[in-house]
């Protein structure tokens, strides 16, 4: 016997109406910023760590070479760790730069976002790709058909936390992913209105 009650309650949210819904975009320099604000919040503290004992074995190493000049591993030992201080400083920015590399090579994608009461739908939006010539040999062959995929985030079940900077508002899951909600792409009522939601709602 199927289950009645999981049916009617999967019918009720197929027919739920959002408390904001709102379609959007993201350039380059908004995903740069998201993951600035990324790192400030997670990844400082780790990095900064690193940049420390590096440091320190670095003061070690200079006082032990002042202390005894002629001891060769201690400049082998000094260039190593010249090399992970300037390693550990850089890190992020590398990170950025590839991430965004990455992203100047793909088709832009569009989004939409819907946000309930108990969890958070994203639509991405499938492009054709440019620059693909299409050959169509037989007239009644089925075509390609793109739908959007779907990413649900529930509060409660998923780990989310809210991020805010000054040109976007960025939901994190799992202290690993960005989505990144451009200002830009939002009237202002839409804004606070995803803002004080997931304010309330993930506060941390």
Known sequence: MPDL???AE????EEEEPIV???YDNT????DGAMKS???TFSKKRGRISIIAYALLLLAIIVGIILNHTAVPLYFALAFCGFGMY???????RTRKRVIKALSDMNPEDYCCSVFSDRIEIETIIKPKENVIE???DDDADKEILTPVKTIFKFGEDLLNFLENDDSLLLVYNRRQ???????????????KVRDFLTEKLES
């Open 28 to 31: 380059l320099d908004e995903t």
């Open 87 to 93: 390693y550990s400083i850089t890190d992020q920015k």
């Open 10 to 13: 999967s019918e009720k949210k």
């Open 21 to 23: 819904r709102f379609s």
């Open 38 to 40: 990324f790192q400030k």
């Open 5 to 7: 009650a999981k049916i």
């Open 135 to 137: 050959l169509e040999i």
């Open 178 to 192: 960005i989505y990144c909600f451009p200002k830009r792409c939002m009237t202002p009522e839409q804004e606070d």
